[in-house]
């Protein structure tokens, strides 16, 4: 084992979130224009063997988890031989997917080790989900929600990002219907990670406006450990069941942040909204030992910045957009 990955504030890292492409199939409004963008070229992709191997050096420098995702990652091709090659690496594998195509895959992906899921929905009603996200998908993201239960994904997680005056009425029917299906529900605040570069904190719907809604109707308890999580917790009417909120612009919560990225093209990025990338992908296929990639990787953690800073008079919001960084 290698040392682990600390940084200047003494943030451990072993959490990686990986990102399998930038392409998606659906054109979510705060996350894609209408025509798409222009997707990485496929030589720049890193392949199954570069991926297998980047994580192996992650993995021997305290990484646990890793988080697949996009884009869509369903998309990757032989999503679930890189799974179980993953599986092999002794790290808790999950998943954040838009849901379309899950009903199929869902059994593969429990075979080859996958062991959570969280799954985004921004709306019950199939005609909204087509105007937030341009395609007649919503049956299939329920499909496959239903088929990542009975397959045995535990827990099954549902991310809802609310928007006012968008979806923002249905707040407790999403939590009731969560509960009811007997999905973990998660509200995350929306983020200015948009290509257009139009998030307006106006339109978000902040944590406290989340948990006061969901509070008119129902007793929210928080949870007493958090850990590195990003989504506070809260036990519903005293059950064991809970919802979470991710207030990652109005309650950030970078000071416990234990997380990594690493973007389809093998850019290491040490925060969400870094403004700089450490490129693995290049020294990678110019011969680098491990050894070398190792200490790359140690000097992009190293040189992590305290928070995202957003609301701060420098901030300066990445170029790279949420769909080519990942969740
Ligand atoms: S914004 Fe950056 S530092 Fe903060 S929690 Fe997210 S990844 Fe960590």
Redesign the pocket.
Known sequence: MRAPLVDGFGRVHTDLRLSLTDRCNLRCTYCMPAEGLDWLPKPELLTDDELVRLVGVFASMGVRTVRLTGGEPLLRRGLPGLISRLSELDLALSLTTNGVGLERQAQALKDAGLKRVNVSLDSLRPERFLALTLRDRHEDVLEGLAAAKAAGLEPVKVNTVLMRGVNDDEATELLEWALAEGYALRFIEQMPLDPQHGWDRGTMVDADEILEVLGRDHVLIPVESRGSA?AEEFHVDGGPATVGVVG?VSR???AS?D?L?LTADGQVR?????RDESDLRAPLRDGATDDELAERLRVAVAG?????GIGDPGFVQPDRPMSAIGG
Do not use: E, W, Y
């Open positions: 990003p990652s950030p919560f970078c942040c997380r990225r040490n925060c969400l909204f870094a992590k910045r305290k928070g995202h």
